[in-house]
Every structure is written in structure tokens, then in C-alpha cells.
């Protein structure tokens, strides 16, 4: 997911390279033979990229939506999901919202929504615009362009592919698209990364990202959820460490040795991360399964300061952090503007969004 | 409400099938991303009047297209000039909200007029997880009189039988400590979404707390019938917090039993038809990588379809014991056949679907295959960190090995 940097000077050494690039750059007309919507991204020009876990590649979506909002307004909607299950004309028990982002340019909310849980379940993407009303995004006749991935499954067993890789986030940096996945074979740890426009002969690559902690073990755990910040990839692991890779030191084909700078616990997941500014003060808030929503400051001596954490933890080990007690079941999170981020929330089967005050 | 009457016609007599045939053929030109629907001849429709008017709407369906058709209204001509929102607030189609009190938005989906019909297609074909309302604008009739709604629903879908669980992989009833995976197999397709409330590993009669690594993308094959459950690797790491903490889910010399309940829902919302339990017992962990250098060959006889067979010291990993083994011939050509995976998962065979040649054969086995604690041909689960020249070294490992053998 795309996280506004903080850094608005990084923000336009990014941009620079971008500005000669229309927002249909590499695109084509046509209906995206997308099978699943799962985590989403913004790049530049009010394109949308969508992760397909099943069909093993990004899809490059022009929407359209490129204007600046007139104001900035706090979007609060209850029950979504019951409100998109019905606009698909399905119970909120067979409807999955499975990402949600912010599209920079307008401040519009993006939702990535499985019609069904089973292998035939539907693509639906949904936009919610600052009153709060749902339509949805057309993948007919729409300009897009689609990256599968270069070691997608073979097909020698025709539409059966028994290994995926589960997109498990997405962020555009710099004219790349980094990609973290998951197999459901192989424990691996690789940050797809992919040229955009996409360069149509599918020249992704990937890289091994080892972090060397625990007493000098190291282990090449999946990534969950990850930003970017001060040139440098902030990557929270399924085995929990929040580990600092510079982006440098991400080359096609290399393994590379990230520096885990903060430990986030036990019986938890890390879900989804934003990086915003305060004041002077840059930030890193991040939702968790079972640990709420946890605020960490952040300045680029803070990271390279830290010490690995390379030994036997104690509880505030690596760059401190504060868990924000009010909020409670967030699944997901994006900066809607400068002063505010909107959350995915969800308790006993409704999920809400809400808007809050960056905190 | 006016009584619910529901009609269904599985095969309409010839004109009026080739009336709606025509109607939904020219609806799908133009509304379904051009897919040729071949289920026509599965017409269905119910038929509902709307009181006392002379409106009546019915839903017309086939296998992927839902439309609701009304008929008998006055002034065609001019619903005719209006735009779509401005229909929808005349002809309001959405689902029947489960409390009263909720207003939920209407369907998405497509007005047009065919032959003085308004039909709205829905975007997506109707669910039987709901029922549908047809709410009409007194607008359309006489403004004094209230129209009631109409209810319909979609035929129920055709239920498979329940689906069971067919194998859990490691097959064995004997694994180690830092074991990182199982693959849970499925007779029929299941349901995304609750994996991680039905499994359960337990310790006699106590569930080991949170012992898998519970991810919102679950890890389905493309057609979920196979379930890849990770052991969180925060616990099965040595000097992670996790583990620091809470210590590993399995220890040695313990038995344990992994659960996997019968209400898990297959895709089309049946519960398994039992609950599943396999027990094992756990050994020392394994840190070693898995050695070539011990696996035995089998090698079979010219012009026969006999196996070639690898056989390990150890259990390997199921699903890659099915993928990354590839068998080439002379000039490097892959042989096709098919591979078996058994006892336990320590022997590979596979069998040519044309008889051997007397010629040198060869088995690539790609060194990322696993064992069952997650340790591959080219690197363990953990690695000791030595310097830095130790880690490039390491990036410089192989993609693949290869065994060559001779037949004759």
C-alpha cells in the first residue's frame, strides 16, 4: 500500500523521474483478466496497482481520478461491509474487503472486496469519495497494463496450480513497484521488484532479504507488511522483528542483510504500516492482529543509531514504541491527508471505516 | 404485500424462449464482458404482480445473468428520458436487509428498455445467501396508491456432498521439534476465511496457544482444496521474542494431535462431514540440511515405463517433492510422466508416460526443496552468520542439482 512519504524532498527526488510519464504510460484498453483484488497501491497519476494473488501478477490501472480534492474531509462510514455486500448483491458474511488505500491525488478510498470465499469468488473494486459514497471502479474498457510475475507457476498441469504466492503488500517507490509475497511452499523471503511502466517482457526480479539478528542466526522469514522511509525499506516480518533495508543494498538477484531495529511481540501479526509527520517529527504507525495499533517515532539517526538487535530481547528492545489505547480492531490504515489517516475497523463481523486525527 | 408466487419454466416452449433468448443475448452483447453464455436453454423466471396494478416484474435468470424484468408500466416514454439514477429511484432493486431498521444500498447493475419492458440486470448474478426486494415508486402508478415490495429469491444452488479432509502432509506420526508446515488436503473446494479458527494443535487435552502463523491472505492452491498451515516462524526461530517468550509450540518427546473441526465451511457452505485428527509424537528438532549424498536411486530398465525412484534418509516437503524434481532425457528434453510421492514422503518415483530409451537420463532437483523443518538443499532454516564473505558465499549456491542415472 502506498504510504505517502513524510519526506517531502524524498517525495520529489521520486517524482522527478515520473513527470514525463502520462498516467497511461505502457497501458492498453481493454478488461484486466484480474481473478482476485487483494492488497492495492497508488503510483503516480491516480493509478491504481492490484495485487492478484491468483493470477500471480500486478495490474496497472488507470482510474481516471487525478484531481485534487476541493477539501479535506473526514470519511466515516458504517457497516461497509454490509453496505458493499449489498451494492454486489451478497451477504456480508460472503463479502471480504481484503486491502483498502487512499488515492493521494483526490483523497478517494479504495477497496479491494472478494464476491464469495470460494476458488470462484469474484474482483470487485469499490471507491468511497468524501461523502462517503460507494461506487463501483469499472474493469471494463479501462486503460490498464499487467506484470505477472516471472516465475509464476507453470501450467503442465493445466488450470490447476498448486503453489501461489500471496501478495501480502504493495508499494510504488521511485519507478519501481516492490512487491512482499508469501508461497504456500517454499519458507522464502523475497521483495519482488518491478520496473513501472512495467516493461511487458516480465524482467521482475527478486531479492532475498535476510535479517541478521537473534544471536547472529539468521533466517530468511516472509515479509508482511513494509514502507518506505529516508531511502530505506521498513519491513515488518511474520516472525514479528520491524527490520530496516536500505534500498541501495536491494539489487535484482542479490541477498541482502536487513537490521531489525524494533521487536513487536508475541501471538501477533503485523498488518499494515503508514509514516506520517508531525511537527518535525516523523512517525510510523502500524495496526496489529493481537497488539493494537503501535506509534513509533522515527528519524533516519534513530535507525541508523539503533543497535541491532542481536541478542536475547527485552521487552523495549530496538526503538520504542507506544500502543494507542482508543483504537481498537484496525485492520487496516492509510494517510487520507496531512493531518489525517482512515481505518479499516473491525469488531464481531461489521467493519466500519473511520477517519482519525493522526495521532 | 401481495402473496408470493413463483413460477419456474426450466425449458420455455420455443417463441417466448426465443424472445428472452434474443433479450438476453442482446443484453449480453452489450452489458457482459463479452462472454458467450451457453446456458440459455436454463431460462428460469418468476413472475410476481404488484398488487392490483397492472405492473407486474419478473426476474428472468440463467446460470451467470439476472434480470429483472417490468412489465405494464404507464408512460413508458417518458421513463424512457430518464438517466439511471433517476430509474432507480422509480424501480429500486436491493437486498432484503436482515433487521428492518437498516437502509442498505441498492443493487449495482443496468437499466434498458426492451419492447416496452424496464429490465435491470445486476451486476452480478443473484446470491442464494440473500432475498431480493423490488421496491416500486408510487410515481409509476397512481400517485394515492402505495405499491408494495415484492420478494424474490434465487433457486438454491445444488449442494455437493460434504466435503472431507483426504490427507494431511507430513504424513508420518512421527515429527521433529522445529517442524514448519503441514498441507491439509480437501475432497472439494473450501471456504476462505476461517482456517484459522478450525485448526487446532493440541497437547492432550490442552490447545497449544497460537501456535500457526495466521495470515488474512490464507495459503490456498487456485482451487482451495489444499490448505498450507505454517508454524508461526517467530516460535520455531531460536532467539526471536516469541519464542523467548513463550518458549517452542512442540517439544520433544511429547505427543500432540492437530484437530481440524468438522464446521469448517466448504465453498458452497456445507461443514466437513467429520472432524479430523492426526496424532504424532515429536523428536529432537532438525537443523541439518538435507544431503543428496545419502539418497538412494532405483533405476529402471530400458523399454519398460518402470519408475525411476529417489529414496531420502529423511521425510521431505510434499508439495515440493511434487513440483521441483523435473526428469530430462538425451539433448536435455523433459520427460513427461508422473511423479509419486510415498512412504512417508522419503521416496520419489516417477513413471514415463512412453517406455525408457537406452540412453543417460538425469533428475534436476531444484535446491530449493525443503525438509520438513523448513531447511533446504542450499541453505538450513537458520544460519550462523560467520562474516561477510560467509554470506556472499552463500548467495552463490546452486539453483539446482542434478542426478544422473543410465538406463539400459
Known amino acids: 500500500m502506498l504510504r505517502r512519504k513524510s519526506s517531502w524532498a524524498l517525495s520529489l527526488a521520486l517524482l522527478i523521474p515520473c513527470a514525463y510519464l502520462s498516467a497511461d504510460s505502457g497501458m492498453k484498453e481493454g478488461t484486466p483478466d484480474m481473478k482476485h483484488a487483494g492488497a492495492m497501491a497508488f503510483a503516480p497519476h491516480g493509478v491504481l496497482l492490484v495485487g492478484d494473488t491468483v493470477g500471480a501478477a500486478i495490474f496497472a490501472i488507470d482510474t481516471g481520478d487525478n484531481q485534487a480534492a476541493a477539501t479535506a474531509a473526514s470519511v466515516n462510514i458504517e457497516k461497509i461491509n454490509e453496505k458493499v455486500a449489498a451494492m454486489i448483491g451478497s451477504s456480508a458474511e460472503e463479502t471480504v474487503i481484503n486491502d483498502m488505500v487512499v488515492n493521494p491525488l483526490s483523497g478517494n478510498i479504495y477497496l479491494s472486496v472478494s464476491r464469495g470465499r470460494g476458488p470462484s469468488a469474484a474482483p470487485v473494486i469499490f471507491k468511497a469519495d468524501a461523502k462517503g459514497a460507494l461506487s463501483e471502479v469499472s474493469l471494463t474498457k479501462v486503460k490498464f497494463s499487467k506484470a505477472a510475475f516471472a516465475n509464476a507457476p507453470d501450467s503442465k498441469e493445466g488450470a490447476r496450480n498448486p503453489r501461489m504466492s500471496a501478495i501480502t503488500d504493495i508499494q510504488y517507490m521511485d519507478g519501481k513497484v516492490v512487491v512482499a509475497g508469501l508461497s504456500n511452499e517454499e519458507f522464502a523471503s523475497k521483495l519482488r521488484l518491478m520496473n513501472y511502466p512495467f516493461d511487458g517482457n516480465e524482467q521482475s526480479t527478486s531479492v532475498e532479504v535476510y535479517h541478521g539478528a537473534h544471536g547472529k542466526l539468521e533466517t530468511a522469514s516472509p515479509v508482511r507488511t513494509f514502507v518506505t522511509y529516508e531511502n530505506s525499506v521498513l519491513a515488518a516480518y511474520t516472525c514479528t522483528p520491524l527490520v530496516n533495508i536500505p534500498i541501495g543494498d536491494l539489487k535484482p538477484g542479490t541477498k541482502t542483510q536487513g537490521k531489525t531495529i524494533a521487536e513487536l511481540g508475541n501471538m501477533n501479526q503485523p498488518l499494515d504500516m503508514i509514516v506520517y509527520k508531525k511537527g518535525d517529527q516523523d512517525y510510523l504507525l502500524m495496526a496489529n492482529s493481537a497488539r493494537g495499533v503501535m506509534k513509533l517515532k522515527l528519524s533516519k539517526n534513530d535507525i541508523e543509531g539503533t543497535k541491532a538487535i542481536t541478542s536475547r530481547i527485552a521487552d523495549t528492545a530496538g526503538l520504542p514504541y507506544e500502543t494507542i489505547k482508543d483504537l481498537k480492531g484496525v485492520v487496516q490504515l492509510d494517510k487520507l491527508n496531512a493531518k489525517q489517516a482512515v481505518l479499516l475497523v473491525s469488531n464481531e463481523g461489521r467493519q466500519d471505516i473511520r477517519t482519525i486525527d493522526l495521532p | ?408
Do not use: C
Not at chain 2, 423466471?45 to 412489465?71: C, D, H, K, M
Not at chain 2, 521425510?315 to 509419486?340: C, F, Q, Y
Open chain 2, 1 to 408: 404485500m401481495s402473496p408470493r408466487k413463483e413460477e419456474s419454466k426450466p425449458l420455455l416452449s420455443p417463441p417466448p424462449f426465443a424472445v428472452v433468448a434474443f433479450l438476453l443475448s442482446v443484453l449480453m452483447g452489450s452489458i457482459v464482458r463479452g462472454q458467450e453464455d451457453r446456458t440459455l436453454a436454463k431460462v428460469s423466471t418468476q413472475s410476481q404482480q404488484v398488487g392490483t396494478s397492472a405492473i407486474s416484474v419478473e426476474l428472468r435468470e440463467t446460470s451467470n445473468l439476472s434480470i429483472f424484468a417490468v412489465r405494464g408500466l404507464p408512460n413508458v416514454d417518458r421513463l424512457r428520458t430518464l438517466d439511471a439514477e433517476q430509474l432507480s429511484k422509480l424501480v429500486t432493486i436491493r437486498v432484503q436487509p436482515i433487521k428492518g431498521d437498516v437502509v442498505l444500498p441498492s443493487l449495482l447493475g443496468t437499466f434498458s428498455f426492451v419492447d416496452g419492458e424496464l429490465l435491470f440486470q445486476s451486476r452480478f448474478p443473484l446470491s442464494d445467501s440473500v432475498r431480493y426486494q423490488v421496491e416500486l415508486s408510487s410515481q409509476l402508478d397512481d400517485p394515492m396508491r402505495i405499491l408494495p415490495s415484492l420478494l424474490f429469491s434465487t433457486h438454491p444452488k445444488p449442494k455437493l456432498p460434504a466435503a472431507s479432509v483426504s490427507a494431511v502432509y507430513p504424513s508420518s506420526d512421527v515429527l521433529p521439534e522445529n517442524l514448519l508446515k503441514f498441507y491439509v488436503h480437501f475432497t472439494a473446494p473450501m471456504s476462505r476465511g476461517e482456517a484459522y479458527q478450525r485448526i487446532h494443535l493440541m497437547h492432550g487435552n490442552n490447545e497449544v496457544k497460537s501456535p500457526f502463523l495466521a495470515l488474512g491472505e490464507e495459503l490456498w492452491d487456485t482451487e482451495q482444496t489444499r490448505f498450507t498451515l505454517f508454524v508461526h516462524p517467530g516460535l520455531v526461530k531460536r532467539g526471536v521474542k516469541p519464542r523467548e517468550d513463550s518458549g517452542p509450540p512442540m517439544s520433544s518427546g511429547n505427543e500432540y494431535s492437530l484437530r481440524i473441526d468438522s464446521s469448517w465451511q466448504s465453498a458452497d457452505r456445507q461443514p466437513l462431514a467429520s472432524t479430523y485428527v492426526k496424532k504424532f509424537r515429536v523428536v529432537d528438532a532438525d537443523d541439518q540440511q538435507p544431503n543428496p549424498t545419502t539418497w538412494k536411486i532405483g533405476t529402471p530398465k530400458a523399454n519398460t515405463t518402470e519408475p525411476v525412484t529417489l529414496t531420502f534418509d529423511e521425510s521431505l516437503d510434499h508439495a515440493m517433492l511434487n513440483r521441483v524434481l523435473v526428469v530430462r532425457g538425451p539433448s536435455g528434453i523433459r520427460i513427461e510422466g508422473d511423479t509419486t510421492v510415498e512412504q512417508h514422503e522419503t521416496r520419489w518415483s516417477f513413471k514415463p508416460a512412453n517406455p525408457w530409451k537406452s540412453h543417460d537420463y538425469r533428475v534436476e532437483i531444484a535446491t530449493n526443496l525443503e525438509d520438513l523443518a523448513g531447511n533446504s538443499l542450499a541453505r538450513p532454516f537458520e544460519t550462523k552468520i560467520v562474516d561477510e564473505s560467509d554470506q556472499n558465499d552463500r548467495a552463490k549456491v546452486a539453483t539446482q542439482i542434478a542426478v544422473d542415472f543410465f538406463v539400459q
